[in-house]
């Protein structure tokens, strides 16, 4: 019996392959730069593509980069899933419980920086450097991931009579102080270094939970 092979690709799945290559280019050679730096042939001479054969898939870089905002912000998602979680199964306002959370969060953050790295990567550089539309779309999704999360703070023993301001605040907060050590994270190739990260935003986590057991809303 004379074996076949695989199945032939199709044409939509040929299409699949070839955005994704593109998204995987654009990542590689926004590594040290923006997309503003960044033009349509230098994209499809990465991919092997010709210059056209661009616009089946995207409309510009802008379109390209949105894209990629909406890719990113998956895994960005994914890493406030986990913060969210530790919030929730932890809610005893005691000290040795807060420091689970902030534990959690933080094993959850470097392990989602390592693992997605060119993601954080992208979302770190095209927030203050890539075009408007860009910055513009990362800027909503950020405020999207501290409403979600004011949502489940809102849950932990000693918020539950915190003002719907004062829990976006206190969201707002975590979330600035994770991204901003995803970005020092990814500056940096040496272990010490890292582990000296860490360990300032475990101290800066722990003293906003001292805060926030302590914090009462004005009525």
Not at 100 to 107: E, T, Y
Not at 117 to 123: E, Q, S, T
Not at 127 to 139: L, M, N, T
């Amino acid at each position: 019996m004379i074996e076949t092979g695989a199945e032939p690709e199709s044409r939509a799945e040929r299409k699949l392959r070839t955005r994704r290559a593109i998204l995987d280019a654009t990542l590689e050679l926004c590594t040290d730069s923006s997309l503003t730096a960044l033009s349509l042939r230098q994209v499809a001479k990465q991919v092997g593509i010709v210059p056209t054969a661009f616009y089946r898939h995207f409309d510009s870089i802008e379109s390209l980069g949105l894209a990629l905002v909406e890719e990113s912000f998956d895994s960005l998602r994914d890493l406030f899933r986990d913060v969210r979680r530790n919030a929730r199964a932890d809610q005893d306002p005691s000290t040795s419980s807060g420091h689970r959370i902030v534990d959690g969060s933080i094993d959850a953050l470097v392990d989602h920086v390592h693992r997605r790295r060119d993601h954080f990567g992208f979302i770190a550089r095209e927030r203050v450097a890539g075009p408007r539309s860009v910055r513009e779309a990362i800027r909503r999704e950020i405020e999207l991931c501290e409403r979600e999360l004011a949502t489940d703070l809102a849950l932990m023993t000693g918020t539950d009579t915190w003002t719907a301001k004062d829990l976006h605040v206190l969201s707002s907060l975590f979330v600035t102080v994770l991204v901003a050590t995803a970005e020092q994270i990814l500056s940096t190739t040496r272990p010490e270094q890292e582990e000296q990260i860490v360990a300032t935003v475990r101290t800066q986590l722990r003293m906003l939970l001292i805060g926030v057991y302590q914090w009462r809303s004005e009525s």
